[in-house]
């Protein structure tokens, strides 16, 4: 049995790199969590062959964008295809936006943003750990006030994902 399977449900999100105006990326990812309060550090999961790795890597920068249940098909997309062949922002019609403090995009139709400073890489197994330190975080206010609600992910996302495009590369 796959021990992901016991990490359901999980939420997922929509982490952007890069720079606007430059070359940008979206990746969806279910494997982000906080890791410290004091300092506010997230670490986020993401394959070494990913386009996103190498930007990241590069910009030593990302923002965990959270969309609402109603961009499913565009979670799904930027998790099927490779930011190596394709414009994610284009193809899905996401709205990237300057950030407060980073050069990454936000996506505008997310409903909060955690922009975060790259503080240490690990890697482990198919996938780079990075801790970022959250340098500024920031909702919509009907989120905030509780008229908005993030729901947790349903379905087979992210597991259809790993079983399928990344046993190609």
Request: charged share 30%; aromatic share 10%; with cysteine.
């Amino acid at each position: 049995m796959e021990y992901l399977e016991f990490m359901w449900p999980m939420r997922h999100f929509l982490v952007t790199c890069g720079e606007i105006g430059g070359k940008s990326n979206i990746i969806a990812l279910s494997f982000c969590m906080p890791v410290s309060k004091e300092p506010p550090l997230i670490a986020c999961a993401v394959g070494k062959k990913a386009y996103s790795c190498k930007l990241i890597r590069s910009t030593k920068e990302f923002i965990i964008n959270v969309p609402l249940e109603k961009l499913k098909p565009q979670i799904y997309y930027c998790g099927y295809h490779s930011g190596y062949q394709v414009d994610k922002f284009k193809e899905t019609g996401l709205t990237p936006q300057h950030a407060r403090k980073l050069k990454a995009p936000i996506i505008g139709e997310c409903v909060a943003h955690m922009e975060c400073k790259v503080r240490m890489e690990i890697e482990t197994g198919d996938k780079n750990l990075f801790i970022g330190e959250v340098i500024e975080a920031y909702a919509d206010e009907a989120l905030v006030k509780g008229k908005k609600k993030v729901e947790y992910a349903k379905g087979d996302f992210p597991g259809k994902i790993y079983a399928t495009r990344f046993k190609e590369e």
